[in-house]
């Protein structure tokens, strides 16, 4: 009976979506292999340095955006501008000074401090503790703190483990109380005021960054423990060591510990600098219901540059934001003629994706067009190759959809049939398994619209392996003729859900886990 019902609801669908829609489809012919493949070939080049976010080149990706936007007639969606800012902030160090004994080291020839560790100040000792390796291993009864007094004092230590295994990479290092992590956190437990760590990794082969990663939410506490590392013949300032040529740490090992009396200063200035980013937003009004919006939304930031490699993101989320842009050509076309939808159409290109959903959780936090009445989101994020694990016969003739069964039974009904009436291509919902350990439905920016209730669509092509997140994801690898089968068989969701009499129903609950 169910299945009965669910036939006769898409064969009424089917008959609904061709009288209410045959005015806009036909524009689809504007989206073309040609079109998709001119506009990525700009998102996609060198020249926007892999669009990462409050980068120049994601800022010169969000100008080329707006400028397209502009030559196809939409209006802006900001008031009187294309853009949305938002803040993004960058740690910059502008000041580093060290004087051991009235003598001035050098900056990454002779110290240095860890950006993330460090806050602005002046600090003045008149005595250290030197505590050997600085290792507390009660496993292996280690204990390089006994009878030592530090609390409210600058510790210093050797780098490496002496006689003990030496700390292992990755998550390794929180746990072996040999690696600079572990040192640190078990001076600042017992109460000193910092950690100096003495290490042969001097002078620096290259530059320490002095800016920062970015980051969305402004840091509001002050890093109060102190941590540099410094070479060896700054400690030879500090500990009664001779020397006799060019130290290493092991020439500190035999010292006593215990303290010692020197003349240390150290002074940091850190500022945090507002690089701001951005979501492009232009819109086409609607007619009669131009007070409710569809939005067609993807992300066109990437993973920037690492040295001089450039993460293109050509896929991931180069043809999402194609994909937008182009079906938002076809809009624009059809209203040139004079086909205005009914509802306002809302296209948004937003940054920050990469760096955890920031430009779109910004939006739903500050949203330019009420999300009561935003009937749908209709997100794009990669769309133009073949999921490498895909192994079945329509491997060139597919598109993942995640959010059918969620929120809205409409989705599934109208997605389904504008398929059939566009491009026919599999329609495979496998991410919306709740089990799927992908967790696919929290990782794109239509999950911060679905979590204040608005009904969602999130297009995918399923290539989480071969180029994923890898400087090789470039243009060439981008089947066009399947990217544009895809977009327009969205093109032809949008249309229905913007020109249907009533806006999506949201008769389901999200009922998923937590992000």
């Known amino acids: ?75 802006p969606g900001n008031g009187q501008s294309y853009q949305q800012i938002y803040p993004v902030y960058q740690d910059v160090l502008v000041e580093k ?35 050997g390796y600085g290792i507390v291993d ?45 040192k640190t956190r078990t001076a600042s437990t017992k109460g000193a005021a910092g950690i100096l760590i003495i290490t042969s990794d001097f002078p620096k082969k290259s530059p320490t960054e002095t800016k920062g990663g970015v980051y969305f939410k402004a840091n509001t506490t002050t890093t109060v423990f102190l941590s540099a590392t410094i070479s060896p013949e700054v400690a030879a300032n500090i500990t009664p060591i001779v020397s006799t040529g060019k130290l290493t740490v092991a020439d500190f090992k035999d010292i006593k510990k215990g ?79 004079g086909k205005q939808p009914r509802r306002t159409i809302v ?7 990469e760096k955890g959903l920031w430009g779109s959780e910004y939006y739903s936090e500050n949203p330019i067009f009420p999300l009561d ?5 209709l997100n794009i994020d990669m769309v133009g190759r073949v999921d490498t694990e895909r192994l079945t ?28 009436a566009s491009s026919n ?23 911060n619209f679905a979590r204040k209730g608005v009904p969602i669509l999130f297009f995918y092509d399923g290539m989480l392996l071969s180029d994923y997140h890898k400087p090789t994801d470039t243009i060439e690898k981008i089947n066009f003729d399947l990217m544009q089968k895809r977009v327009l068989m969205i093109y032809h969701t949008a249309c229905e859900m913007i020109q249907r009499e009533d806006m999506l129903k949201r008769d389901l609950k999200l009922n998923m886990p937590g992000r």
């Open 393 to 420: 016969a329509d491997s060139l003739n597919y598109v993942y959809v995640i959010g059918h069964d969620k929120l809205s039974t409409d989705l599934p009904v109208i997605n389904e049939a504008a398929n059939k």
């Open 373 to 377: 009445k935003t009937t749908v989101d």
């Open 259 to 337: 303290n010692y009396p020197v003349a240390i200063n150290i002074a940091a200035k850190k500022v945090t600098e507002n690089v701001e980013s951005s979501n492009v937003i232009g819109i086409i009004p609607g007619t009669d219901k131009k007070d409710e919006y569809v939005m067609i939304t993807g992300h066109y930031d990437h993973l920037g540059k690492r040295g001089n490699v450039i993460y293109y993101g050509a896929d991931d989320d180069g043809s999402g934001t194609v994909g937008v842009m182009q079906i938002a050509e076809a809009f624009a076309a059809a209203a040139k003629k």
């Open 425 to 447: 291509i599999t329609l495979d919902y496998k991410f919306d398994d709740p089990n799927d350990k992908n967790r696919i439905y929290y990782r794109s920016d239509h999950y």
């Open 138 to 182: 009660p496993s292996k009864n280690i204990n390089d703190y006994e009878n030592l007094e530090v609390k409210g004092k600058l510790v210093v230590v050797l780098d490496g483990g002496g006689s003990a295994p030496t700390a292992a990479g990755g998550r390794g290092m929180f746990n072996n109380p040999t690696s600079s992590y572990a």
């Open 97 to 131: 000074k060290l004087i051991v004994g009235g003598k001035t080291f050098e900056w990454d020839k002779d110290f240095n401090f860890s950006l993330q560790s460090i806050s602005s100040g002046n600090w003045n000792y008149t005595e250290v503790v030197f505590a």
């Open 347 to 353: 296209f948004m290109t937003v940054s920050g994706e």
């Open 1 to 75: 009976m169910k299945k009965m019902i669910w036939v006769l609801l898409l064969l009424m669908s089917n008959i609904v979506f061709a009288q209410t829609t045959n005015t806009l489809t036909k524009f689809g012919k504007v989206i073309t292999t040609e079109g998709l493949k001119q506009k990525l070939s700009v998102i996609a080049s060198a020249e926007m340095e892999g669009r990462e976010t409050g980068t120049p080149g994601q800022k010169r990706a969000a100008a080329y955006i707006e400028s397209e936007f502009k030559r196809m007639g939409l209006q």
